[in-house]
């Protein structure tokens, strides 16, 4: 009998092989797309792997603790030389004190940490306020804890939200709001102005933040600000970043997490459980990458504005409207209500015809149709496949 026999028979029988929590969790159609690109040799603007050369000095830095045999687990919160790392970044870039000892938690990537948070916090029927377009990973993991998500539209060109429904979006139930700054997928950077007012709702509604910073060293027409730098959010923020996006190293999956002592230590009992550590020689990579001096960090915003750019007039050349970002290295755009049936159909016909993968618009919102004329692109490429990418694009005028 075949897995996929044994599998409807014991549905059959009325009681299904399956947990109720996955049951509306799904893989979107971001990782066919990128499949189906690799099969036909297409340049992939698709999925946010950082196609670039990470640090030398990152690289050498794993190279030498695998040669000196640093293979053993690691302290669950990380070693103590990458916490107190992190602690000196966090003061001098963040503005934010804290003790790494005790108030900094090491973990397997930033949506690691996320999970932990979520876990060690929040109960089922909870709220969490989330902002829209969205990072699903967000979403699925508090669907799988049974936790109802209230979302909060952001509207192009700019990514604004509406205060008054942000206001009605925190209620009796709300444990935790949401802030992903830069954002992915829109690029939007939160004002300060805009964390204040977050800030001062979590104060009275006596609710947690959970500000994802993964993209903070990559902006370009605004400043970034982590909220927990603000009277309302102190000791009731939880700040996340990590590795993969500063040093383009997103499959060595370090990150990390800066709150509240009691908040880092039930993480750190559910990061142990899951995940037990980061890996060990990885760690010392990310400790040699927050060594790098600051004109490291200023190419790297110089190099994905102009790769911004690029994207952005090949786009406006084709009759799509860029939403051009201030952050990260991702770009939203309008390729109109007549051209394609929907974003999925543009992403397929994008693909087949020019080979260049994209991603839909409509899951990355919390109303489907709100994105139906929207895709994503990635901008974190080589300039070689950038440049071809954009080459392809542009046939599109044809």
């Known amino acids: 009998m075949s897995h996929s026999e044994v599998s409807n028979s014991v549905v059959g029988a009325g009681r299904s092989r399956l947990a109720d929590r996955v049951g509306n969790v799904h893989q979107t159609a971001l990782r066919r797309i990128s499949a189906r690109c690799a099969e036909i040799g297409g340049v992939n603007l698709s999925q946010g792997v950082c196609d670039v050369d990470p640090p030398p000095e990152v690289l050498a830095a794993v190279k030498a603790a695998i040669d000196d045999g640093r293979a053993a687990y690691s302290n669950l919160a990380g070693i103590v030389e990458l916490r107190e790392a992190i602690a000196k970044k966090m003061q001098s870039f963040n503005g934010i004190h804290a003790d790494p000892q005790s108030e900094i938690a090491v973990t397997v990537g930033a949506a690691g940490a996320f999970a932990c948070v979520a876990m060690a916090t929040l109960n089922p029927g909870d709220e969490v306020v989330v902002f829209s377009p969205f990072y699903s990973y967000y979403t699925d993991t508090l669907a799988l804890l049974d936790v109802k998500v209230r979302f909060v539209a952001t509207h192009p060109p700019d990514w604004s939200y509406d205060s008054a429904a942000l206001r009605d979006a925190f209620g009796d139930k709300t444990k935790m709001v949401v802030i992903n700054t830069p954002s992915n997928p829109t690029g939007k950077v939160f004002s300060r102005d805009e964390l204040a007012e977050i800030a001062a709702l979590a104060k009275a509604h006596d609710t947690l933040i959970v500000s994802d910073e993964i993209y903070e060293y990559i902006t370009f027409d605004a400043d970034h600000v982590s909220v927990a ?18 040093y383009a190293v997103t499959g060595w999956r370090v990150g990390y997490a800066v709150g509240p002592v009691d908040i880092v230590e039930k993480m750190l009992v559910v990061n142990d459980l899951f995940y037990i550590c980061a890996p060990t020689p990885l ?3 990310v400790l040699a990458g927050l060594q790098l001096p600051d004109r490291y960090y200023a190419e790297l915003r110089k190099e994905y504005r102009e790769k911004r750019d690029l994207l952005a007039r090949t ?4 009759g799509m409207t860029p939403y051009v970002p201030q952050g990260a290295f991702y770009m939203m755009a309008d390729f109109g209500r007549q051209r394609f049936a929907n974003s999925l159909k543009a992403a397929e016909e994008i693909l087949e015809s020019v080979g260049v993968a994209t991603v839909p618009g409509a899951p990355f919102h919390a109303k489907p149709e709100d994105g139906e004329s929207q895709l994503r692109f990635c901008f974190a490429k080589r300039w070689d496949d950038l440049n071809e990418a954009c080459r392809r694009l542009l046939t599109l005028k044809s």
């Open 229 to 246: 730098t603000l009277p309302d959010a102190d000791n009731r923020t939880i700040t996340l970043s990590g590795a993969s996006k500063a």
């Open 283 to 285: 760690q010392y990579g």
């Open 315 to 318: 786009l406006d050349d084709v």
